[in-house]
C-alpha cells in the first residue's frame, strides 16, 4: 500500500469515526504498518469494521499481511507416515506410566 492510499484509508476512518483524529506519530506508524499490506483486501477489511463496530479499528483489526509460504503440510505429512510406520513396526510395545503417576491414572501400567 502507497503512502497516499494509506492516507485515503485515515480519511475514510477519521469520517466514519468522528471523535478519532489521527496524531502525527500514529499516521506515520499507520504508514509504517500499511505498506506491507494489500490497499484492496485491507479497504475491504475496514468497510466491514465500519459494519460491526461502533468504535475505529485498530492496525490489527484491518491489518492483512501477505501470505507466507511454509512446508508445513509437508511436514505434517512425513510426521504421520513416520508415525504410523512406527506403530506398525512395534505394535505390541505400549508406554508405561511412571510409579509415581500410577496412582493418579485411571489407566494401569503395563
Given at each position: 500500500m502507497t503512502k497516499e492510499e494509506a492516507v485515503k484509508l485515515l480519511i475514510l476512518i477519521e469520517s466514519v469515526y468522528p471523535n478519532c483524529v489521527f496524531k502525527d506519530?500514529?499516521?506515520?506508524?499507520?504508514?509504517?504498518?500499511?505498506?506491507?499490506?494489500?490497499?484492496?483486501?485491507?479497504?475491504?477489511k475496514v468497510k466491514i469494521h465500519i459494519r460491526k463496530s461502533p468504535f475505529p479499528p485498530a492496525i490489527a483489526d484491518i491489518a492483512v499481511?501477505?501470505?507466507?509460504?511454509?512446508?508445513?503440510?509437508?511436514?505434517?505429512?512425513?510426521?504421520?507416515?513416520e508415525g504410523r510406520e512406527r506403530i506398525e513396526r512395534e505394535p505390541n510395545q505400549r508406554n508405561t506410566l511412571p510409579e509415581w503417576l500410577t496412582e493418579y491414572s485411571a489407566r494401569k501400567s503395563v
Open positions: 506519530e500514529t499516521v506515520q506508524q499507520w504508514f509504517q504498518f500499511c505498506s506491507e499490506m494489500d490497499y484492496e483486501k485491507v479497504m475491504t499481511f501477505p501470505f507466507e509460504e511454509n512446508d508445513f503440510p509437508e511436514t505434517l505429512q512425513k510426521w504421520m507416515k
